[in-house]
């Protein structure tokens, strides 16, 4: 894999994570680096996780799917960046830090939020060993540009930039789909 692609999809995939940043960083009064390292420990290293999880799946089933493997990206990066162009499109719910709300800083609520934004990743692994993808470079960018994406995002939720969260969700979808569309139209021959 072209380390350009490598980047988008890195990039795509970090946009969930993003937007939950932007929000979380929202709730902040000012900017606290300490939370903000520890969001983009959990969403960074989660990140890089799923993918590893699901390309160690993919291995699994890479004879019976071989065949059909262009086509399982595609289906799996449109689903995704589908999936995120319909949340991108959702009213959310902002919540305050403190009182009878829930923290996006705790612990818990961060294992909660980082698993949540990084199971579209557990199916780019299986695209990736569908593709016969060495799995250690994606991992280390893919967790690598969540971590700085997350960082930025709270960083840019806690000076007001709310307004942005659902475009950046909506980008990140547009750039896993037309990197599904690439691979299809790569494996077909058409260009």
Same mark, same amino acid.
């Given at each position: 894999?072209?380390?350009?692609?490598?980047?988008?999809?890195?990039?795509?995939?970090?946009?969930?994570?993003?937007?939950?940043?932007?929000?979380?960083? !929202?709730? &902040?009064?000012? $900017?606290?680096?300490?939370?903000? /390292?520890? =969001?983009?420990? %959990?969403?960074? *290293?989660?990140? !890089?996780? &799923?993918?590893? $999880?699901?390309?160690?799946?993919? /291995?699994? =089933?890479?004879? %019976?799917?071989? *065949?059909?493997?262009?086509?399982?990206?595609?289906?799996?990066?449109?689903?995704?960046?589908?999936?995120?162009?319909?949340?991108?499109?959702?009213?959310?719910?902002?919540?305050?830090?403190?009182?009878?709300?829930?923290?996006?800083?705790?612990?818990?609520?961060?294992?909660?939020?980082?698993?949540?934004?990084?199971?579209?990743?557990?199916?780019?692994?299986?695209?990736?060993?569908?593709?016969?993808?060495?799995?250690?470079?994606?991992?280390?960018?893919?967790?690598?540009?969540?971590?700085?994406?997350?960082?930025?995002?709270?960083?840019?939720?806690?000076?007001?930039?709310?307004?942005?969260?659902?475009?950046?969700?909506?980008?990140?979808?547009?750039i896993l789909i037309a990197i599904g569309l690439k691979i299809?139209?790569?494996?077909?021959?058409?260009?």
């Open positions: 894999m072209k380390t350009p692609e490598l980047l988008l999809i890195a990039l795509g995939l970090s946009m969930d994570a993003f937007a939950v940043a932007v929000a979380s960083g !929202a709730t &902040m009064k000012r $900017l606290h680096l300490p939370n903000a /390292l520890k =969001m983009a420990l %959990f969403f960074g *290293g989660f990140q !890089a996780l &799923m993918p590893a $999880l699901g390309w160690l799946a993919g /291995l699994g =089933m890479k004879n %019976f799917i071989s *065949g059909v493997d262009h086509w399982i990206a595609f289906g799996l990066l449109s689903a995704i960046g589908g999936k995120m162009l319909y949340e991108s499109f959702k009213i959310k719910e902002e919540e305050e830090c403190g009182g009878p709300k829930t923290c996006p800083f705790d612990t818990g609520t961060l294992t909660v939020l980082a698993i949540a934004t990084s199971i579209d990743a557990l199916a780019v692994g299986l695209t990736f060993a569908a593709l016969a993808v060495s799995i250690v470079t994606p991992v280390l960018v893919i967790g690598a540009v969540t971590f700085a994406m997350s960082v930025a995002g709270v960083r840019l939720g806690s000076s007001g930039g709310h307004f942005f969260e659902h475009k950046m969700e909506a980008a990140g979808g547009l299809l139209a790569g494996h077909l021959g058409l260009f």
